[in-house]
């Protein structure tokens, strides 16, 4: 879903123009869309990996969030969903890294710093 609503949301900011429309916004805003479908895409594909696109996912999501309310007005509906979508991202991978096997600690040390 949040993938659906950054992807209009540029279509949005893209109309409205100035400020709206800043290289950067639309690339994060393209970027978030993209990040959201890679993390769906390794969770459906049960990859124990997934745990570890739903953190950048979380990242960038919460990134889009905080930029979307700095641009002002009317992008309401894309804080709410990057923000609900960080959230459950971050969930997800906090969970997964808890419960996380030996083998994963071993296997991914930057995931634990000493």
């Avoid at 641009?71 to 419960?99: F, L, N, P, W």
């Amino acid at each position: 879903m949040t993938a659906q609503i950054c992807t209009r949301t540029i279509n949005d900011c893209l109309s409205l123009g100035g400020e709206f429309a800043t290289p950067l916004l639309i690339s994060n805003l393209a970027n978030c869309a993209r990040m959201c479908e890679t993390a769906i895409q390794f969770m459906l594909s049960n990859s124990d990996l997934h745990y570890i696109t739903c953190l950048a996912c979380a990242e960038v999501c919460e990134q889009v969030a905080d930029e979307a309310e700095m641009t002002g007005a009317g992008m309401e509906d894309c804080i709410e969903s990057c923000r609900h979508s960080a959230e459950s991202c971050r969930q997800i991978s906090i969970h997964e890294v808890k419960y996380m096997p030996l083998r994963g600690k071993n296997s991914h040390p930057n995931l634990y710093p000493e």
